[in-house]
């Protein structure tokens, strides 16, 4: 139906789904820092999984749709594509955060885990592609492999906050997470059903954008890599730079930095999910190059994200860290050199 739209129909369809999951984004991060404050679970863990999970519903029902109507190029550059953006949006964070380096503000153990966790996540795609097409009832086993590997590490993330094994050194621009509000089961669970809400609204938003972008893909003679990295990616990635910019303004740095890296591991998911919707065989060997250089793009601004958390500069150029720096000029290159391709 979507699909028989003029032109300018397609494009509004688009942009309201796109506005309605920028709203829902705004409203979803407050509701994050209060259910991290209410259950004692804390801002990186709350950032890292829930928030995490909950800002990319819209991305998930994006690549499985789009895996199911046999898109896989599409599918899979929303998800890696997306990872590489919301690395992007963090940076941007940091912009606003002009105390200090928003990567020195946010230091977490949770944090750097997850981040190597993601590293881990994002590999096991690439050895999938370079091995051998084997699939069993037609899933490549690297995605029950990713499946395992990040509840594993969703349970350990929160090991990581109740016991750590090392504590970051406190500085007078390091923002600690300090509950605001007394826990109370009855209000907590208030919260989670606003929380489930939105969330469910969110999955609405995103079956639209990929109906929407599929539509103009075929309409415009547009690559599924164009379309999923550069046009879905960031349209269902705007709730994380939303509640990213709206949790440093309100001080909650765990969570600004959470909500990206336990959104972007979340988002390797898409991989497993879409790889089970797609009914012609393996999805890593479905797709070009042309997605895969979207995976090395979302490694590399996860490495030097890494390095900015363990380096923890104060002060950088531009007053933003380097990591920051680089991430943005790493970003906007890929940006530009697939411009180019197309």
Known sequence: MIAALPDAGIFALFAAAGL????????????????????????????????????????????????????????????????????????????????????????????????????ALLALPLVAWLAPEVTIGRVHPVSVLLIGVYCVGAITTRAVRETPMWTPVETADTRTDIPEESRSRRGAMA?????????????????????????????????????????????TSLPELVTTVAAVRRGAMQLAVGGIIGGNTFDTLFLSLSDIAYRDGSLYHAVGQGAYFWLA???????????????????????IGWESLIMLVVYGAAVGLQVWIG
């Open 20 to 119: 309605a999951i920028l709203v829902l984004g705004t409203r979803i991060t407050g509701l994050a820092d209060r259910i991290a404050d209410r259950t004692g679970l804390g801002e990186a863990v709350v950032g890292g999984i829930v928030l995490g999970a909950a800002t990319s519903l819209s991305g998930t029902v994006v690549s499985v749709t789009a895996a199911l109507e046999g898109a896989p190029e599409l599918a899979f550059a929303n998800g890696i594509g997306g990872i590489a953006a919301q690395t992007a949006f963090l940076a941007l964070a940091d912009v606003i955060h002009r105390k200090a380096n928003l990567e020195h503000s946010a230091a977490e153990a949770t944090n750097l885990f997850q981040g190597a966790l993601l590293m």
């Open 191 to 235: 919260l989670i059903g606003t929380f489930a809400l939105l969330v469910a609204l969110l999955g609405v938003a995103g079956y639209v954008v990929a109906q929407t972008g599929s539509a103009l893909s075929a309409r415009f003679g547009l690559s599924q890599t164009v379309v999923g990295a550069l046009m879905t990616a960031v349209v």
């Open 297 to 319: 793009v979302g490694m590399l601004m996860t490495a030097v994200l890494l390095i900015g958390l363990i380096l923890r500069e104060r002060r950088g150029p531009f007053m």
